[in-house]
């Protein structure tokens, strides 16, 4: 069955302290992992796709990593606007499956 | 240019009732999902509509659960008969094409149902 687990289920940092978040999965036939953050009250606006083990992303403070079995994201010198829940995504054929997300508050 | 809009923002039914949530996804976009977000839980797949092709309902939680998409853009969810553990929020989301791998989905707003 494909699931997907997100690890912690949440994180309180202090500015700057840089952390990561997990993202295991397992998948019949992996087409894409996706990041997603998404703020109260609104939707998950994409962050980063990945496709293939070794492959890394960055964009400003974040940057995502995948392996065969998980994906991190990683949240350097982190400010209170990234504050928000992070979610992880698989996609074994048309449909997105999601984790229960990893909600990060950054403290000033 | 616009984004995936989605109404009504909010929702509130009694029991028994049915509900109708609207999605405008993005201009060009040939791909269109429905998925649902119930607190504390991640959001679960409804349906998939992808240009002419017969949808993917195999998400879809019940008989109750209906969906369509006219004219390869607009999309109708609806709930027959809601009951209270429908409440949640229903999100739409759109992309280029369907079946490249690495497609990116772009999500509306949601709009939250609430069945009391």
């Known amino acids: 069955e494909d699931q997907v687990t997100q690890s912690p289920e949440a994180l309180r940092l202090q500015e700057g302290e840089s952390s990561s978040l997990n993202c295991s999965y397992t998948v019949s036939g992996l087409r894409g992992l996706f990041w997603y953050r998404q703020d109260p009250g609104k939707g998950p606006e994409f962050l980063f796709t990945l496709y293939s083990a070794g492959e890394e992303k960055e964009k400003e403070r974040l940057k995502a990593t995948l392996t065969k079995k998980e994906s991190f994201l990683h949240i350097t010198a982190p400010k209170p606007e990234d504050s928000a829940t992070y979610l992880c995504?698989?996609?074994?054929?048309?449909?997105?499956?999601f984790g229960t997300g990893t909600l990060l508050a950054v403290q000033p | 240019g616009a984004g995936v809009s989605q109404s009504p923002s909010n929702k509130v039914t009694e029991k028994g009732k049915d509900v109708e949530l609207r999605c405008d996804p993005i201009s060009g976009h040939t791909a269109l999902y429905w998925y649902r977000q119930s607190l504390g839980q991640g959001l679960e797949f409804l349906i998939y509509f992808q240009g002419n092709s017969a949808p993917d309902k195999s998400g879809l939680p019940s008989d109750r659960f209906s969906a369509e998409r006219t004219g390869g853009s607009v999309s109708t969810l609806t709930i027959q008969r809601t009951q209270q553990e429908d409440s949640a929020v229903y999100l739409c989301?759109?992309?280029?094409?369907?079946?490249?791998?690495?497609?990116?989905?772009?999500f509306g707003p949601g709009t939250r149902l609430t069945v009391t």
């Open positions: 989301a759109s992309s280029l094409v369907g079946f490249t791998p690495s497609i990116e989905q772009y």
């Open positions: 995504a698989v996609r074994p054929q048309n449909k997105l499956i």
